[in-house]
Structure formats: C-alpha cells, structure tokens
C-alpha cells in the first residue's frame, strides 16, 4: 500500500464528503426512495485512489462520462458493469436488480442515476389504466339472478350482442344457380324479364318446440323463447325484404296477433292455412301486392277420413297469383305464377305417408296451374319436406317419377338408416285405393279423364220432361206384349 500523503487524505475526504453530501443530493432531486448501488461507489473509491492528483473539473467530467456510458451499455446489454482497474467481480448479492435512467442531478453526476426496477415497474403500474383496470378489482354490483341451467355437462351459450345484425352472426351456404342451365331446358330470351325474389322459411312453431324440448337441449333457454325469436325473424324478414314469403309451422295465435299484422306493416298479404284436428301450427303464404295479383287460393288437407294411409293433420296451401309488370318494361305478357307450400310428415319410419301427402298436393297443384288449353304456368314449390337431398323422395318432385314399389318405408326421405331393423314397412303398388281420385301421375281423376260428348247426349232433367206427354203414352210399333210390363193401358207403362 502507497504512503497516505496529503493528496491521498485529501481524496479520502473528498469520497467521505461526497457518500454523505453528494449522494443524498442526487437521491432527493432525483425522487424519494432512490439508493445508491454499493459496487458503484466501491469503484468510484478505486478511480480516484488510482489518480490521486488529478481531482481537478475535467477529470471529474472525464469521469463522470466514463461511468455513464458504462451503467448505459449493462443497461441495454442487461450484464454486470466492466471491471474498473482490473478489480475482482463483486459477489452477487440477493435483491432487487438496479437500472440507470437519466435525471436532473448535480453538475458532477449529470444525467446520471440509479433507480430501482421495482420502483420505476411500480411507478408504470399506476400509470397504466389498463393495467390498473386488471389490478382494482371493482366492487361487485348487485345483479338480477340469472336462470338456473337445468342441464349438466351442456355450456351455455350466450345471447349474441345486440349491436351486431343478426343476419352477420348466423353462417350459411350459399348456391347460385344463376349460371346454372334451366332445369327443363328452357333458356330466356333476349326481352325484359319480370324478376322477383322468394324465401321459404320453417320458423318453429312454439308449441311443437315445448312439446318435443329434447331435441333443442343443446340451446340456452332465453333464445328458444318466442319473443326473442319473434324479434330476429322479423330482422330476418326485413333484411332479406322477398316479394313472396313461405312459412311453415307457423302457430295460429302468433300468427294472428304478431306475424300478419307486423308483414302487413312491411307490404305483405298473408293467407294461412292450419293443420287439421287440434294441431295448433300451419303454413303461410304472403305476398306482395305491388308486385302480383291474387287469382285464386286453394288451401289442401291431407287427411282421408277411413283411410290409413292418409290419417295425419298436415296441410299445404297453393297461390296462383298474376305478375304486376312494371311500366318500364312496356307491354310485356307475363304468365301466372302457381306458388305452393307444404309441411309433410315428420316421421322417418313413414316414407308411405310422405308420399301419399305429396300425390294429393301435386294433384292441387296441377289443377291450380293448369291453363285452359292444357298446359302449365310456371310452378314454385316450397315447404319442409323432411327429407334429405338425393332421397327418393326429392328425385320424385325433381324428375316426375319414382319406382317405389317393395322400397322400404324409411328409404323414401332418407332422414335415418333402418336397414338394421328385422321388420320394415315396404311400399306396395298401388300406394293408394283408387276412392282417392288421384291417378299414378298425381292428377285428379276428372282432369285426366275430361267427359265425352258421346256419352250423355240428353240430361235427366231433359228426359223428365217427356214423362206425361202424349207421345209417350202411345204403345211404340213392335213392342213385345209383356204381361206385368207391357200392356195396352198407357198407366203401365214402364
């Protein structure tokens, strides 16, 4: 060790002077709670113990650059700082880790400082509010107690926002058939087309969804209620905005009071048709009048009494109505329009009903559609089928025929797969008794066979006329003397 001079007792007090004045200077203007890092003073004591003369101003600058560019670079590299004159390292010692920011101190430390990184992480924390908004947990808020969810091991699934339209929320497949040639090979011409749009829509009815809850186990109950589904159809509706609306299982009393007077209100006329028996639900058909004009409506009722096979309530509802063509288009023919809707049976197992419903709505369809010199307007058929695309049932409307006889019942919709089961219903030909009135093409029996002039030349009531006239009761020439049938007093004759 180097003999204590006076420059080495002078550089002691000046280290003295500045641990007890210097370093609680720079604390205070810098911010309460700021400490002064033991490693670094023990290396400023070593720099100036190994300089002990020059203490003058541009050594301290010197200095004081020197150790600001070394706490900057283990700042940024995140590494112990350089050793200073070849000193050992200084042991890690357990406790918060230091960081140098720049602050205002004095003239020899300028911009320069240690800070603690709990501090400053402390002081970012309060300045966040989006961290303060994680941090204060808000007082709770007294709320309305929501349903019980009756179903174990089933999520909730919660109501969408209200800001967001609902025709963006519901995910749908879409298939132009715009560039698709006509199905019967029928290609529009060069001149001015009436366009309109159709939509065809199975809204649920209420009742039936209440009556058979097992299959929507997997909704929340708030939207399975009728008012928060009444208020989305109507969004729907408005959306969409059809010049024809088909609707199935609609349930009369919301009909009457909700849905026709609120179509109403947006354009519409609407004719309903319920199920037969007690059922509660129908098909509607709805229009707009600016668009067409009503013809006729026929409604249709698949139930026979007597008859097994047509025993069920459901119904189906058939429009003819007359384009409206608009003035631009100039004096355009437009042939009527047959519109038809229906909701067939449900059942899987009963292809047999299925198509049986379907012969005696045809059947309406083609007297509804038939024009006077024999042939068809243009025919829209919509409805819930319950059937499958590529049954046997959908080739049947798609293609006009259907070999069904020894076909199993359950094949016809294709809904579900019974070809497992031991015993199956199988379809024998003819599907249906000729009391029907309906031939194998599905017509009315009187409109495939029209009535012959030669038949009945002379009406009964023309016939009576001559009952009591003078010709009659005159014996003809050559009639045969029949005793209790023919004889020559004119009150027995016969």
Not at 343 to 366: T, W
Not at 464 to 493: H, I, Y
Request: charged share 20%.
């Amino acid at each position: 060790m180097a003999p204590r001079g006076p420059d080495q007792e002078e550089c002691e007090g000046l280290l003295q002077q500045w641990q007890e004045e210097g370093s609680s200077q720079a604390l205070s203007t810098a911010s309460e709670g700021l400490l002064v890092d033991k490693g670094v003073a023990q290396s400023s004591l070593a720099l100036l113990m190994d300089h002990p003369g020059e203490h003058d101003a541009a050594a301290e600058d010197k200095w004081s650059s020197r150790q600001l560019s070394d706490l900057r670079a283990a700042e940024n590299l995140e590494e112990p700082f350089p050793e200073v004159l070849g000193e050992e390292p200084l042991p890690e010692v357990e406790g918060p880790t230091w960081a140098a920011v720049p602050v205002q101190t004095g003239p020899q430390y300028a911009d320069c400082a240690v800070l603690s990184v709990g501090a400053l992480a402390a002081e970012q924390w309060e300045e966040d509010p989006a961290v303060v908004a994680w941090n204060i947990a808000p007082e709770p808020v007294p709320q309305e107690e929501a349903p019980i969810w009756p179903f174990e091991g089933l999520g909730q699934l919660q109501s969408p926002p209200v800001e967001i339209p609902y025709h963006e929320i519901l995910w749908r497949e879409w298939e132009d058939f715009s560039t698709q040639p006509d199905a019967q090979g029928l290609e529009a011409g060069d001149g001015p087309q009436f366009q309109f749009t159709l939509m065809s829509y199975n809204i649920l009815a209420q009742d039936l969804m209440q009556q058979s809850s097992e299959l929507y186990l997997h909704c929340h109950p708030d939207i399975l209620s009728w008012n928060y589904r009444f208020a989305n159809l109507m969004q729907e509706f408005q959306h969409w905005d059809p010049d024809i609306l088909c609707l199935q299982e609609v349930q009369e009393d919301h009909y009457w009071e909700q849905l026709e007077p609120s179509l109403r209100m947006m354009g519409f006329t609407c004719f309903y048709k319920r199920r037969t028996g007690c059922k509660t639900d129908g098909c509607a058909v709805c229009y707009k009048p600016m668009r067409f004009r009503l013809l006729c409506a026929s409604p249709v009722e698949y139930f026979r009494p007597g008859l097994e096979l047509l025993n069920r309530d459901n119904v189906g509802l058939v429009l003819l109505l007359q384009p409206l063509v608009p003035e631009g288009l100039g004096p355009v023919s437009v042939a009527p329009l047959c519109v038809a809707n229906t909701h067939v049976l449900y059942n899987p197992r009963r292809g047999d009903i299925k198509l049986a419903q379907m012969a005696v709505f045809l059947a309406e369809v083609d007297k509804v559609a038939r024009l006077s010199d024999g042939s068809h307007c243009p025919i829209i058929l919509c409805g819930d089928l319950n059937s499958v695309p590529d049954s046997p049932l959908y080739n049947f409307i798609r293609d006009g025929e259907l070999q069904y006889h020894g076909m199993p019942a359950w094949k016809v919709s294709g809904q579900e797969d019974f070809s497992h089961q031991l015993y199956q219903r199988k379809l024998q030909a003819p599907l249906w008794p000729s009391s029907l009135g309906i031939t194998d093409c599905c017509q009315y029996v009187t409109f495939c066979h029209p009535k012959r002039s030669e038949r009945r030349k002379y009406s009964r009531d023309f016939l009576l006329r001559f009952r009591f006239c003078s010709t009659a009761c005159q014996r003809p020439v050559g009639l045969v003397l029949m005793e209790g049938v023919t004889d020559t007093k004119p009150g027995n004759v016969n």
